[in-house]
């Protein structure tokens, strides 16, 4: 069995740390600054492998919380009352309907019933992390893998309390392969935000080597902090996954962040059986260029008073700063597994900053080469992805991804700051 998680869209800002995106930091010199980060719609994949057939290996909650706290970004009492959805998957990643998520305790077995698309929603207790039961989704005697999706936000203050959505209380706006949903947002906002989110799947299908998902955004009437009860809805003819946006906070969300997690998710999708973690240098790094391709192709579009898209101030001076520290160094991006916030955002910056390398050596079809052949090919690895990136690009890659200068990455992502943001 394969056990799987997929961390992120976490909805909150304020005091929280906003682990798709934003975090809170302390300057070196110790002056607490109130910045919020953007570093590139962080959400991570954590798997957890247990063989098919033979012994089966055990997987219980503190292993969950376990994976989640190795992300540095968390801990385990600040998720207390969220709700966990768990989808039951076959090897092929495929939902797996009407099947049972076994909750086993040493004095007997909880029995929870997935839906028709194979999911249940479960709720972090005290109880539940004290008796810590395995986990084990399973069909017709047959084990199947447990995806778990958090949406929620944390480190409340005193007198703060969740927001919890429930997107079948919402109205929705369908266009074509998005959705708006949305109570008491203006129509006319409503028409604003879906033809942005249109115009944002039109790009993908004409631009990228990736097919775009069922996207959708839930436009929330009140402030952050707020959790989603499900991920995703089903209209007649398509699943659409959904990220919560306070609407008062609507465009600057939509452009600056909404474009990166929606290309993220599609390449997690072409390539089902990779974390985040496990090759930052592609899944955090490549949706990031994109990203920055996006901009470039709409800037005359863009609201003036909008702001800056990639980086503020604040938050160039923090990875000028980063970048600052051993500049004549090199950067192992291939290896690179963060370990907290600033880890987290400087691995996705720079690797951004690749990518970028990449297209301006090789091109663009050589990216949609590489890609064409990873989703073509069986039991694919790491190691196996590195060897297709060389077949479409050079040798030389290789030694980029392993000893990526600083001075390099310093340089490009400045050029692509001034391109996009000081227009």
């Not at 299908?205 to 436009?219: C, D, R, S, T």
């Not at 059986?273 to 579009?301: D, H, K, N, Q, R």
């Not at 970028?356 to 080469?369: E, L, R």
Request: glycine share 8%; net charge neutral.
């Amino acid at each position: 069995m394969r056990v799987s998680y997929l961390l992120g869209n976490i909805a909150g800002i304020r005091r929280s740390i906003f682990l798709s995106g934003w975090f809170k930091w302390q300057e070196a010199l110790g002056t607490v600054a109130a910045i919020f980060l953007f570093f590139a719609g962080l959400q991570c994949t954590i798997r957890v492998r247990v063989p098919y057939g033979g012994k089966k290996g055990e997987f219980r909650i503190s292993d969950l919380l376990g994976a989640i706290q190795k992300l540095g970004v968390l801990d385990s009492t600040q998720l207390l009352g969220r709700q966990f959805e768990i989808t039951l998957e076959d090897e092929r990643r495929q939902p797996v309907g009407y099947s049972l998520l076994l909750l086993k305790y040493p004095d007997g077995i909880e029995t929870l019933f997935a839906d028709s698309a194979g999911r249940v929603v479960l709720t972090l207790t005290q109880e539940l992390i004290q008796r810590n039961p395995e986990l084990v989704g399973t069909k017709d005697g047959v084990l199947l893998t447990i995806a778990a999706r958090l949406f929620a936000a944390f480190e409340l203050g005193a007198n703060e309390r969740w927001l919890t959505i429930e997107p079948a209380n919402y109205q929705r706006r369908f266009g074509n392969g998005v959705v708006v949903l949305y109570r008491r947002t203006p129509e006319v906002l409503v028409d604003s935000v879906l033809h942005l989110l249109n115009q944002q799947r039109r790009w993908i299908e004409a631009n990228l080597p990736v097919e775009p998902i069922g996207w959708g955004v839930v436009l929330v009437d009140s402030p952050p902090p707020f959790s989603l009860i499900k991920t995703h809805i089903r209209s007649d003819t398509m699943e659409f996954h959904l990220f919560p946006y306070w609407e008062s906070e609507w465009r600057e969300g939509l452009y600056r962040d909404n474009f990166q997690r929606f290309t993220k998710n599609c390449l997690f999708r072409t390539l089902p059986y990779f974390s985040e973690e496990s090759a930052v240098w592609l899944f955090g790094g490549l949706p990031g260029y994109w990203s920055y391709e996006y901009f470039c192709s709409i800037f005359e579009t863009i609201p003036p008073d909008l702001g800056p898209l990639m980086y503020n101030n604040q938050e160039w001076a923090m990875l000028e700063s980063l970048l600052a520290i051993n500049p004549d160094s090199t950067l192992d991006l291939l290896s690179w597994t963060p370990s907290g916030a600033l880890d987290w955002f400087l691995a996705l910056n720079c690797s951004r900053a690749f990518w970028k390398v990449v297209h301006d050596t090789y091109g663009s079809k050589a990216v949609a080469q590489f890609l064409g052949a990873a989703k073509k090919t069986q039991n694919l690895t790491s190691e196996r992805l590195v060897e297709l990136l060389i077949v479409s690009t050079g040798p030389d890659i290789k030694l980029l991804l392993k000893s990526f200068p600083k001075s390099r990455a310093l340089s490009v992502l400045l050029a692509m700051h001034q391109e996009i943001d000081r227009r």
